[in-house]
């Protein structure tokens, strides 16, 4: 039995287009246009991905951060939820 994204029982794949799941639903990651970038303080290390569709709309983007120090070691910095 093969399942529509082309997964069999035992787990195999099968090969394929490979999607990503964006604002426009899942879409093939080579119709889209991907760029990153990096920004760097005392603080913190920031790296950002972004990926445009063919009318360059942005679709999806991840934000990944890396704390320095810790936040009460930061003057002035207040942790928020």
Known sequence: MTY????T?????????????TSKGNVP???LTYTKDWKVDEN?????????DSDGNLVKNN?????????AAMDGVQATM
Do not use: C, K
Request: proline share 5%; no cysteine.
């Open 44 to 52: 913190f290390v920031i790296f950002r991905e972004f990926w445009h």
């Open 4 to 7: 529509t994204n082309g997964a």
């Open 29 to 31: 990651i080579d119709s």
């Open 9 to 21: 029982v035992l787990g195999e794949l099968v090969p394929g287009e490979p999607l990503i799941y």
């Open 63 to 71: 934000v990944h951060m890396f704390a320095l120090q810790g936040l």
